[in-house]
């Protein structure tokens, strides 16, 4: 059986984002679509005079969506469903019988109180299935980018991204960047030859995370990307400003084990350069 793609829809612009990336996905794979809207009511009375105003306010919002998806994707099958509780918790819930969670960029306002209440950030964290983020613009349509590090998580992204631009035709950028050691490390140690030995191991690890990619996808066409004195989210936000897809791990190599989410997947879901996708293919184990 299918799994379905789950869309979040909230009414913003971000949401329609979403849900018109959903569809277009959903018809090229022959899945359906289940768009969902989350009531918060777990600080509402029994007794709150407007809970009924606020779950029918819901379900308009859900029924435009479908009247929208039937209009863009008349062959994609949309069902419906208003959940109670936190946007986070809802997916998570949900995304155990779904192939993937989709939501739009949070469009952050000054009373929003920033990205840690960034309701996609959540989303993600929370989701157990590959989770994308769609921004409110989409400039280019223009190959698939991944990030790597070496880790276990980095080669499923890889893994997924490939076979994402083997299916869509795209040439596959596989990025891996690294900030130099710091100057005043190197005046320390003149003749250890530290930032050497990092850029030769990292290209090993480049080198290696697309090995077998030719083998198993002959046709697809593979860049290697290093970036030797940039942050990794910078130089993954860079290069996928006009991709038509990112791919992340959920996790890299230097993930604690208690971390939903990595440093470099939250830095580029708060920068969202093109459709974002987070994956999480299965667990891998981490020392803490």
Not at 191 to 200: H, K, P, Q, R, V
Request: aromatic share 4%; proline share 5%.
């Amino acid at each position: 059986m299918n799994k379905p793609i789950v869309v979040g829809i909230n009414g913003s612009a971000g949401s329609e984002a979403a849900l018109t990336w959903a569809l277009e996905r959903a018809a090229r794979d022959k899945l359906p679509v289940i768009a969902i809207h989350a009531v918060d009511d777990r600080w509402m009375s029994p007794d709150f005079q407007y809970h009924e105003l606020i779950r029918q306010s819901g379900m308009e919002l859900l029924q435009k969506a479908q009247a929208s998806a039937s209009e863009q994707a008349p062959d994609v099958k949309v069902d419906i469903q208003l959940r109670h509780g936190s946007g986070g918790s809802v997916l998570r819930e949900v995304s155990k019988e779904a192939s993937m969670v989709v939501v739009g960029e949070h469009d952050k306002h000054w009373m929003d109180g920033g990205p840690m209440t960034d309701r996609a950030l959540q989303i993600v964290s929370a989701s157990e299935i590959p989770a994308a983020v769609i921004p409110l613009k989409r400039g280019g349509d223009h190959g698939v980018v991944v990030g790597v590090d070496g880790s276990e998580e980095s080669l499923q992204a890889v893994s997924f991204a490939a076979a994402e631009a083997d299916r869509g035709g795209d040439e596959l950028t596989v990025v891996l960047a690294f900030r130099r050691p710091a100057r005043w490390v190197e005046n320390q140690l003149p003749n250890s030859g530290l930032a050497e030995t990092i850029l030769e191991e990292d290209r090993v690890v480049l080198a290696e995370s697309v090995a077998g990619l030719g083998d198993k996808y002959p046709d697809l066409v593979v860049h290697q990307r290093l970036e030797t004195d940039t942050e990794p989210a910078k130089a993954l936000v860079e290069a996928a400003k006009d991709a038509r897809l990112l791919v992340v791990g959920s996790r890299g190599r230097g993930g604690f084990s208690r971390m939903l989410l990595g440093s470099t997947a939250h830095a580029v879901l708060l920068n969202v350069p093109c459709p974002t996708l987070v994956t999480r293919v299965h667990k891998v184990k981490h020392g803490d």
